[in-house]
């Protein structure tokens, strides 16, 4: 099993940035695939990026390609999310999570941290 714990989430303008951190523990994070996803208020929760084990391997939501960094420090056991060029509807609550399996975008991820809110104002 492996334990995940987001952080850096808060309230920013349009145009900022703003760089999440997942924190991994209880299993050999270097074994997990990444990824990070969002729910806004009403809404389902959406792909937003994800990274290989290795780091060898990205994928982003479309909405997020070229303003949305994915990258992990296996050293540290922690995956991030550099977040630019952010706009009010990339408000949302971020969750990250992992799976053994190589799923990419699909949200049937084996595990999931508790989230951590960001919230850009226009």
């Known amino acids: 099993q492996v334990q995940l714990v987001e952080s850096g989430g808060g309230l920013v303008q349009a145009g900022d940035s703003l760089r999440l951190s997942c924190a991994a523990s209880g299993s050999t994070f270097s074994r997990y695939n990444m990824g990070w996803f969002r729910q806004a208020p009403g809404k389902e929760r959406e792909f937003v990026a994800a990274i290989m084990w290795s780091g060898g391997s990205t994928a982003y939501a479309d909405s997020v390609k070229g303003r949305f960094t994915i990258s992990r420090d296996n050293a540290k056991n922690t995956v991030y999310l550099q977040m630019s060029s952010l706009k009010p509807e990339d408000t949302a609550v971020y969750y990250c999570?992992?799976?053994?399996?190589?799923?990419?975008?699909?949200?049937?991820?084996?595990?999931w941290g508790q989230g951590t809110q960001v919230t850009v104002s226009s």
């Open positions: 999570a992992a799976d053994k399996i190589w799923i990419g975008a699909h949200n049937s991820y084996d595990y």
